[in-house]
């Protein structure tokens, strides 16, 4: 008899992720490298679909400067997606129609993550996080690993929820 090459997609049930990205993020590694690094947006973007294929999940991504585009893109992921990692970037510490945003799509996860410890940041203002307490967890100050490092707490969770082997 002859064996059966295994696809991983015949593993375990494909996980769908969307990742969502705030306010100038488009600029990465172009704008304050000192902070961010110069890792290009397209290049976490390929980090990310790399983990995804490793772990079976599909991704798509989203990047807007528009608070409006970015709750719409989060309302129509409810029906879409298993879960949400997120880097609202500014509006992190701005947006309360961000946070309920989050709040409506409930229980779809969401996951943020930034790539600068916000914590560590001389700025006071960014050491509150508007949209951390409806998100199932937070993930910063890896820089481009913060990425995907969500994609495995992503899996890991869901996971535990039951909703993938």
């Known amino acids: ?43 976490i973007e390929e980090r990310v679909r790399e983990e995804c294929r490793e772990v079976g999940a599909s991704v798509d991504f989203f990047q ?12 129509c992921a409810k029906n879409n997606y298993d879960v949400i990692i997120f880097n609202p970037a500014a509006y992190t510490h701005t947006s309360v129609a961000l946070r309920d945003a989050i709040a409506a799509v409930a229980p779809l996860p969401v996951i943020e993550v930034h790539l600068s410890n916000v914590y560590a940041r001389p700025e006071e203002f960014r050491h509150k996080s508007l949209t951390a307490p409806v998100c199932v967890g937070q993930i910063a100050g890896f820089g481009p690993l913060s990425y995907v490092l969500a994609v495995r707490a992503a899996v890991a969770l869901l996971s535990e929820q039951g909703k993938c082997s």
């Open 64 to 75: 807007s400067n528009s608070e409006g585009d970015l709750i719409d893109t989060i309302h």
């Open 1 to 43: 008899m002859k064996s059966r090459k295994t696809d991983i997609s015949e593993k375990k049930p494909t996980i769908r992720i969307l990742v969502l990205n705030g306010p100038n993020l488009n600029l990465l590694g172009q704008r304050e490298t000192n902070v961010y690094g110069t890792a290009t947006l397209a290049s």
